[in-house]
């Protein structure tokens, strides 16, 4: 089976942001890089789904269709929040610049990109069914497979909301963090900030 472009294109999305949300552990030179390829694959990723933007301003508008533009527009606001507070405090990409950003557009980064990360999730969450990765996996199973998949899906969604008040993401959400959270092991950071975006995308 040819794996579409859609498909392949979410997936290195996602990669990326559980990359990019683990830079005390990729580095600052790696994680300005790894902003940058994201920017290329968003750009992508709104160009294999232009048909949305065409249908915009074309049928009526219900309550579900006007949560689903909401929440994109709020997406896309912390995403540009995220790239326009990183110039300022590159170090790499943008050193030419000589910009010296100090705390406060730090602080702003890190608000914006757990925004960002968060409501990716659940932009996945609720799009998720009609993209081509669901259909993938959209083949009629067995009623105990269906049960297992149901039971493994709700411990990792509340392993999700147990990481989330452990490495207390309120702080950052909140703007009251100037610095991405550390952890001693990267398998445990991807781990958790994995399990958070499933339980966002999940709820969504």
């Not at 994201?38 to 049928?59: D, E, I, P, Q």
């Not at 009623?143 to 999700?160: C, D, E, I, N, Q």
């Amino acid at each position: 089976m040819n794996m579409p472009a859609t498909v392949l294109t979410d997936l290195v999305l996602l990669l990326l942001f559980l990359l990019l949300m683990a830079a005390p552990h990729t580095g600052g030179a790696v994680h300005e890089w790894l902003g940058v390829l994201l920017s290329f694959a968003l750009l992508l990723h709104a160009w294999l789904n232009r048909v949305w933007y065409k249908s915009l301003l074309k049928g009526r508008y219900n309550v579900t269709r006007a949560v689903r533009l909401a929440l994109n527009a709020l997406l896309l606001l912390t995403l540009l929040g995220t790239l326009a507070s990183a110039v300022p405090i590159s170090r790499a990409v943008f050193a030419f610049l000589g910009l010296k950003g100090g705390l406060s557009a730090r602080t702003i980064h890190v608000f914006c990109a757990h925004w960002c990360f968060l409501l990716a999730a659940v932009h996945l969450g609720v799009y998720g069914k009609r993209a081509p990765l669901a259909r993938l996996f959209d083949a009629p199973r067995p009623l105990g497979y269906r049960l297992t998949s149901s039971g493994l899906s709700v411990a990792l969604a509340l392993y999700g909301l147990h990481a989330f008040f452990q490495r207390e993401l309120t702080f950052p959400l909140t703007m009251q963090s100037s610095f991405m959270l550390w952890s001693e092991n990267a398998a445990l950071f991807l781990l958790d900030y994995g399990a958070v975006f499933f339980l966002f995308a999940w709820t969504g």
